[in-house]
């Protein structure tokens, strides 16, 4: 069965457009296009429930970012994909926290849609380079004393997480914590498990959803 999107944009020849080029796109159809989030949520009340969610950040009567956090607590499943026409880390860093699953710009080239919809249907998320450096530059790390006890981490490897929540190398990282490469190495390993990540991106972005590292 095709994987089935929803768009909620208020700006109608942008929403059509997108919408066209979804339904070119083999594998994928368009269930329906919502003017704004308040009319996202209310088809949905009616059904049918779509595997993704377009959703537009500035919308009249319901906004992107309310949207996305009613769309995580009424409609766990479906996963959110942001579209924007700004970059501003702010904006993007408040959609991840309320559970969206990506950000793309409006700008973007189809391929990028593509790619993004196809990240988010079989990894359950799309973490571009671009969303990636603007979510690292936003974090300023806390101090903190003693044991960790989120994930339970000790000490040792939340100092780890807080350095690799920035763009330091893993050798930057050795350095800095003065020990060796591999230890870094086994931190990392030791910080994925706990996390249940696999990449160095979701360990970072988990910690933002958390409250690890805080803005």
Do not use: W
């Amino acid at each position: 069965m095709p994987i089935s999107i929803a768009i909620a944009d208020d700006h109608n020849l942008v929403a059509e457009a997108i919408s066209d080029l979804v339904q070119k796109f083999d594998n994928y159809e368009v269930l329906f296009v919502a003017g704004n989030g308040r009319d996202l949520l209310n088809r949905l009340q009616r059904g049918p429930i779509p595997d993704i969610a377009l959703v537009d950040l500035n919308m009249p009567e319901m906004d992107g970012f309310e949207t996305t956090s009613q769309l995580r607590q009424l409609h766990p499943s479906v996963r959110v994909l942001a579209l924007s026409m700004t970059d501003r880390e702010e904006h993007i860093v408040r959609m991840v926290r309320n559970g969206a699953r990506g950000y793309l710009l409006k700008d973007c080239r189809p391929s990028e849609l593509r790619r993004a919809l196809d990240d988010v249907t079989t990894k359950g998320f799309y973490y571009s380079d671009f969303l990636t450096h603007q979510l690292i530059r936003s974090m300023n790390l806390p101090d903190v004393a003693g044991p960790v006890s989120y994930f339970n981490l000790n000490k040792r490897e939340f100092n780890f997480l807080k350095l690799a929540c920035s763009e330091l190398t893993y050798n930057e990282i050795a350095d800095k914590m003065c020990v060796s490469p591999r230890t870094v190495d086994g931190y990392r390993e030791a910080v994925f498990q706990k996390m249940n990540v696999r990449t160095r991106v979701g360990m970072a972005l988990e910690a933002v959803r958390k409250g690890l590292v805080e803005l």
